[in-house]
């Protein structure tokens, strides 16, 4: 992550060449699979273009990197109307159903030939992406320090205002 | 789209007049009612202002640019505690529901004065907003480009990144 | 809120010393205590580093700076299969549900020393926080400027992208 990029003077609006790597700064909150694929995209496109990243984990969202839950997020059917087949109330509130929910995302996810989170996670630890994991919520929601995959850091709130402070693009997701 | 707003030198800290114009960038996830209100709301008051817009429709957040589920976005009454009028979890459960909560809320929209889903996407089309949507998950959730309303581009990751970078606000929502 | 942060030249990219405070920008869009916390977190932490802050409040957030609701902001167990402790949904339906677990999450906030929501109100509007209500989103929810907290601000979107358009961080949360 030492790629330097020089846009054009238009670009920034100042008129000088840029001095440091874009920059994108995520919050991630949300422990579904289909709450951690879109940090995880967009911390993967952003390094292959050579930008600096960084994702803060915090709450839920604990779960993307935590050593046993980060491969097994689930899928809620239930209240989510927009759910792609849609799935009466009643019966996603049966047993069973966040399950078929989750296997069913998962299968399409295969089919769109997009990694796993577990794969994204790696991906993401091999290009520089900073993983912070949320000091203040880790109490909170009972994670450990030992719960944490490799690779992830332990900050607080102020390490991600620092981060994002000169980020160019900040994402809460 | 092309107006090109002249700010103070002390708004943007270094002493030099803006040469482009403001930029709000957003992701649109949601596909529910009430998550497709806020991108919509937000690019039509930034285009009032001269701003440029994009949002970047993703995940569920597709069915908002979807000929078909466009007109027929839902507000879940389940799972949502800070919904205005409470529902009883179990009774929220009952098929019904989301269509009652659904009509609830479109009443108090028109109330509100507020246009619909589809009148606003128009407003957003006659500005110039650019409207894109996610080519990565629309494998995902099984949307063709047959199923996009006109005036949709499709693009990836990248293209929001592209777009972002030199955003004055980016929101993921 | 006066301080004046000089950030080293390379921080900010252009070789000039910063001539106002860092500044946050949040749109707080939920209703849910575990919705609450980031912004008010986030809030908190920024102004002790003396950013300037500002939260609007919109559609569901409304309920945070309530006069009666934001004492009673809920978790909801159902349709989260992120929840610390799973709740099998047909389980979480049943009423008392959601009461148990925000009494749950209640608890462990006090045990992670976290303030409550009023006492973060509370120093946000003691640190010059500067909270805003969406009008246009009182009107749907059917929120009374008398059912707001003192010290909060009614304002529209522009408002809000006025404030956003000159921030170092911008989160829709």
């Given at each position: 992550?030492?790629?330097?990029?020089?846009?054009?003077?238009?670009?920034?609006?100042?008129g000088q060449a840029r001095r440091r790597p874009r920059r994108l700064a995520m919050v991630a909150s949300k422990g579904t699979l289909d709450g951690a694929y879109p940090p995880l995209i967009l911390a993967a496109t952003a390094?292959?273009?050579?930008?600096?990243?960084?994702?803060?984990?915090?709450?839920?969202?604990?779960?993307?990197i935590h050593r046993k839950k980060h491969r097994k997020l689930k899928v809620a059917p239930l209240a989510n109307p927009a759910m792609p087949v849609p799935v009466?109330?009643?019966l996603g509130a049966l047993p069973g159903m966040t399950a078929a929910a989750t296997a069913m995302m998962k299968g399409w996810m295969k089919d769109a030939k997009l990694p796993e989170v577990a794969q994204f996670l790696d991906m993401a630890r091999e290009s520089g992406t900073k993983l912070f994991a949320c000091s203040t919520t880790m109490g909170v929601m009972g994670v450990k320090a030992s719960d944490l995959l490799p690779?992830?850091?332990?900050?607080?709130?102020?390490?991600?205002?620092?981060?994002a402070a000169d980020a160019d693009v900040s994402l809460f997701i």
């Open positions: 992550m030492t790629t330097t990029i020089a846009a054009p003077a238009d670009a920034t609006g100042h390094a292959s273009l050579g930008w600096e990243v960084g994702i803060f984990f915090t709450f839920y969202g604990l779960d993307i009466p109330n009643l690779g992830v850091d332990i900050a607080g709130a102020t390490a991600f205002l620092d981060f």
